[in-house]
């Protein structure tokens, strides 16, 4: 089994930056890749980051690029959102998940169904 431990939400002002960490427990973290998605209130869960295995490639929603950096520590079983420049509009509970395979080509990432395991999610508020 495999559980999912999202930290680092919080309040921040539009413009300023917040660090989310996903820490894994369970045998396979260093073999699946990873991705971020976030859910507002009255909105759809939407796709935020992805990254493979082993870091070498990822992959990010087209309203983040640019201003998010996924990123992971094998060693340490954590998965990690930089999230910099951010807007109101970024304001969701971010939630961590674990894929079913070690990688994915492209947009193929963005499928929430491709990922077995989610944590329960951080909020991140972003004031104007």
């Known amino acids: 089994q495999v559980q999912l431990v999202e930290s680092g939400g919080g309040l921040v002002q539009a413009g300023g930056s917040l660090r989310l960490s996903c820490a894994a427990s369970?045998?396979?973290?260093?073999?699946?890749?990873m991705g971020w998605f976030r859910q507002a209130p009255g909105k759809e869960r939407e796709f935020v980051a992805a990254?493979?295995?082993?870091?070498?490639?990822?992959y990010y929603g087209d309203s983040v690029k640019g201003r998010f950096t996924i990123s992971r520590d094998n060693a340490k079983k954590t998965v990690y959102l930089q999230m910099n420049s951010l807007k109101p509009e970024d304001t969701a509970v971010y939630y961590c998940?674990?894929?079913?395979?070690?990688?994915?080509?492209?947009?193929?990432?963005?499928?929430?169904?491709?990922?077995?395991?989610w944590g329960q999610g951080t909020q991140v508020t972003v004031s104007s």
């Open positions: 369970g045998r396979t973290f260093s073999s699946n890749a």
């Open positions: 998940a674990q894929a079913g395979a070690t990688y994915y080509s492209g947009s193929a990432y963005s499928q929430s169904g491709l990922y077995h395991y």
């Open positions: 990254i493979s295995w082993s870091g070498g490639s990822t």
